[in-house]
């Protein structure tokens, strides 16, 4: 069976196409600039050149026409016809209460998508127009969604209540969701799998670090509190966004400022984090290349960024009363092993012990880091959202033909 995996934003559709019965991904790539003359088609099949295709695109219907039309290409294609999708999985960044676990789509479960589009005004819509953009063009289709916030609907109230008046919980729907939940379940389930112990007897605290950023403290197997919140702006400091502030700076700001709720969003989404504390620096490669060469404030935002994300590590394993394991992954966390040794350097009263030799190797794969005499287990696994979604959405494929018609 064929999966393809499609992640879709407000003005970009990503795509991976797998192949379930070895997982192996025959092609993948993104249609850019959507809505623009100048959108661009990148795509890469399995073991072929990348192709680059620049045209004018104006919505989401047309840019998976293009995908299609590419997967199936004689010369470009990895397939024969679009007999050969057998199913499509969508990343969907908010799934409210509602969803605990990815779903076969039906009109009731687009409803849903679209009654939380408050929550996630930035992310819903697009996942809506993709999910509607593959029925346009495979109307009978089988569909799932899976959602980041998902996994962490094991939290308990103490960890996912704010404590401000109910009406904001009851009323709005005003509590901690979390996010990039298929990230932290896939590393975890693959630390498991890796060090022979069940899910269900381990503690571990995720990292997911790269552009946005989100710790989780995973006990059993389940989320049990995590960083990001109702929004993905709380928590870790991140490329643009602030995470944890005090949040009296916001009416402050916007009277000392004059600022509008747009503009005061705005600047604590996408003109804080490294970018503000580093002078106009959001990547951290450059941050501590930067840094190395002497600029004080790419120094000050590394620090910060290493600093609270410590903290949270800390307060995790005061929340869960210890932990087995801590996981890194996504860009910062797969990739730096300057902040993996800064964090787990200052670790060590817990008994956390890098093998600095593991760490300092560049190898992309799944690994431990830590020391055999470490007390916690220290692993680096690259994330792979795109396969969690293929794998829930072929066992919802399989279901649905187990299933008897009526
Ligand atoms: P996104 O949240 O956009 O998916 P990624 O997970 O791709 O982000 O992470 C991007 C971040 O990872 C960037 O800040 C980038 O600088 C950082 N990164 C990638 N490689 C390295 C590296 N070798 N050292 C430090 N940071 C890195």
């Known amino acids: 069976m064929n999966v393809l995996v499609i992640n879709a934003g407000s003005s970009s559709v990503k795509y991976q196409l797998f192949d379930m019965t070895n997982e192996t991904v025959m092609a993948k790539g993104k249609v850019e600039r959507i809505g623009m003359e100048t959108a661009m088609l990148t795509h890469e099949p399995a073991g072929k050149l990348e192709i680059r295709e620049v045209s004018e695109i104006l919505d989401h219907t047309t840019a998976i026409r293009k995908v299609l039309r590419i997967l199936t290409d004689p010369k470009e294609g990895v397939l024969r016809s679009l007999h050969d999708v057998h199913a499509v999985g969508h990343r969907v960044v908010h799934g409210g209460e509602t969803f605990s676990g990815s779903v076969r789509i039906d009109e009731g479960v687009k409803q849903e998508i679209k009654r939380l589009f408050d929550l996630a005004p930035l992310h819903n819509p697009g996942a809506l127009t993709g999910i509607l953009a593959v029925e346009a063009n495979l109307p009978h289709i089988t569909q799932v969604a899976a959602f980041d916030t998902a996994f962490h609907q094991t939290m308990p109230p103490v960890s996912f209540r704010y404590p401000i008046p109910s009406v904001f919980y009851k009323k ?31 503690k571990m605290i995720t990292c ?56 005061v969003n705005s600047m604590l989404n996408r003109h804080s984090g490294l970018f503000a504390v580093s002078g106009g620096l959001g990547d951290m490669r450059e941050i501590i290349e930067a840094a190395q060469e002497g600029d004080r404030n790419a120094q000050l935002a590394f620090d910060m960024y290493e600093y609270r994300l410590r903290k949270y590590i800390g307060a995790y394993a005061a929340a869960m009363n210890g932990f087995d394991a801590l996981v890194f992954t996504a860009g910062v966390g797969e990739n730096s092993a300057l902040l993996r040794k800064t964090v787990c350097d200052r670790l060590s ?56 018609s009526t």
């Open 208 to 263: 997911h670090i790269g552009n946005g950023a989100s710790v989780t403290a995973i006990m059993n197997g389940k989320s049990f509190d995590t960083s990001m919140g109702l929004t993905p702006l709380e928590g870790l400091m991140m490329g643009t966004r602030s995470g944890d502030i005090d949040p009296a700076i916001v009416p402050f700001a916007m009277d000392k400022e004059d600022l509008s709720l747009n503009e």
């Open 349 to 404: 009263f817990l008994g956390v012990k890098l093998d600095d030799e593991a760490n300092e190797r560049r190898t992309g794969d799944d690994r431990i880091v830590s020391a055999a005499d470490s007390r916690i287990e220290v692993w680096v696994i690259p994330t792979n959202e795109e396969l969690m979604i293929a794998r829930d959405t072929f066992r919802e494929a399989v279901n649905e033909t187990m299933q008897p």
């Open 172 to 202: 709005h729907r005003v509590r901690r969701y979390g996010f990039h939940g298929t990230s932290h379940q896939y590393v975890s389930g693959r630390v498991s799998e890796l060090s022979g112990r069940p899910l269900d007897q381990m």
